[in-house]
């Protein structure tokens, strides 16, 4: 490497040094991840709340506006069927 190549190089690395530590203070500011039951668990938690909130918005839809009630009817169907398989998870695997 000529001297050159090194002092470039040395100015690459030192222009980076602050988002190598930004990144790293965002990163150790992250919340440990979930184990999969956990996810799970909060996932149940949340699935009412969505399929509340999509009822809601679907008896605030007129009926004239086909296409928006049939999409939120098939949100709730699809929430509704999820709620479903993390119910039949948590179950099969104990709890």
């Known amino acids: 490497m000529t001297t050159h190549e090194a002092s470039t190089w ?17 990163i150790s500011h992250m919340p440990a ?3 999969e039951r956990q996810a799970l668990e909060r996932e149940r938690h949340e699935l009412p709340a969505h ?9 605030a839809t007129p009926q004239e506006n ?11 169907r699809r929430a509704k069927r999820r709620m479903a398989e993390v119910h039949a998870r948590l179950t099969g695997a104990g709890g």
């Open 10 to 26: 040395l100015d690459e690395a030192a222009s980076l040094a602050p988002v190598l530590l930004a990144t790293r203070a965002i």
């Open 33 to 35: 991840p979930t184990n």
């Open 51 to 59: 399929v509340a909130n999509y009822q809601r918005e679907l008896d």
């Open 66 to 76: 086909r296409e928006r009630r049939e999409r939120l009817a098939g949100q709730i």
